[in-house]
């Protein structure tokens, strides 16, 4: 199932989730390699934990065969195309408007915080959590392959600028492992407005904004060496969103 994403489609009603326990995005740009894999992983796991639940890739217009390769190998997976190459905030925005799970994860398609984190994340979201997200920050945090020491650092640093500037306490913006409840999830993307990589601290705030329950957890986590953040080319722009974000005003 295609489904152009230029204008992403209005929230669906409760009684559209179709009785779905999870709603799986992964945001991919030229994925063709790693997406198969980690789809496979993914369904295989949540089949094994009897969920019931719905896969979406959001195209980010890959130049590569990642929506063919969608198309042909996962034809119950639903394939949502951007009109161009828009941003992961854009991709992420799009799928989490699209879901129809009762709950809601999206997830990095090189899977660098593996699936089986999902169980912990569900305990949170019965417990009355309304976004739980992952951290590679706290101390309780397990990195079984790390990145080089410079990006470490880097990483570090920008986290302690974000905590500054955005007035966010959490330690860990960037991981790319974020659950939500569906209500949740549409309310933060319906006003969420940055579309490139500092998205989520937009989405952080918005829901502290909204007096939403945000559970920061502890993950695994195993670099990936193709990781499509370019220190020196993105930081400076996520730097200053950190800071726009701060200063946006919404209509809540």
Request: proline share 4%; glycine share 6%.
């Amino acid at each position: 199932m295609t489904v152009d994403s230029d204008k992403p489609s209005p929230p669906t009603t409760d009684s559209d989730d179709a009785g779905l326990d999870w709603t799986i995005i992964v945001p991919a740009y030229n994925e063709e390699e790693r997406l198969g894999p980690t789809l496979r992983t993914i369904q295989s796991y949540l089949r094994e934990r009897a969920s019931r639940f719905e896969s979406i890739v959001v195209d980010d217009g890959s130049t590569d065969g990642t929506a063919d390769l969608v198309r042909r190998e996962f034809p119950d997976a639903r394939l949502l195309s951007n009109p161009g190459n828009r941003g992961k905030g854009y991709s992420v925005r799009a799928g989490l408007l699209a879901a129809r799970g009762r709950w809601v994860l999206f997830s990095d398609a090189d899977l660098s915080t593996p699936i089986e984190e999902l169980a912990r994340f569900e305990e949170e979201l019965r417990a009355g959590a309304d976004v739980v997200i992952a951290s590679r920050a706290l101390a309780e945090s397990v990195i079984e392959a790390h990145q080089a020491w410079w990006r470490e650092f880097s990483g570090r640093s920008f986290n302690i600028l974000v905590q500054v500037f955005s007035g966010l306490p959490f330690h860990d913006t960037q991981c790319g492992f974020k659950a939500y409840r569906r209500e949740a999830a549409r309310r933060i993307a319906s006003l969420q407005r940055l579309e490139g990589w500092a998205f989520d601290i937009e989405q952080l705030r918005l829901a502290r904004l909204m007096g939403m329950r945000v559970k920061e957890l502890p993950v695994r986590w195993i670099n990936s060496s193709a990781s499509r953040v370019r220190f020196l080319r993105d930081a400076p722009r996520m730097f200053l969103d950190a800071m726009r974000v701060r200063l946006m005003r919404y209509d809540l």
